[in-house]
């Protein structure tokens, strides 16, 4: 059987399918904690960082 789509109920199902997508990734950045962890900058280096700036003070 063959389905007859209009133009703008396809590209309403891709936004809706686009829209899923954005929202699973928001949702598995928040479960993953601190966006900062996705940093360049590796965890050590900003732990020595971070204790030479304690250190200044």
Not at 17 to 42: A, D, F, H, R, V
Request: hydrophobic fraction near 25%.
């Amino acid at each position: 059987m063959e389905n007859k789509y209009s133009i703008e109920e396809i590209l309403k199902a891709v936004d809706d399918i686009q829209e899923l997508k954005k929202e699973k990734y928001t949702k598995n950045l928040k479960k993953k904690g601190n966006i900062n962890e996705y940093s360049n900058i590796p965890k050590n280096t900003l732990r020595l960082i971070e204790e030479a700036e304690k250190s200044k003070n």
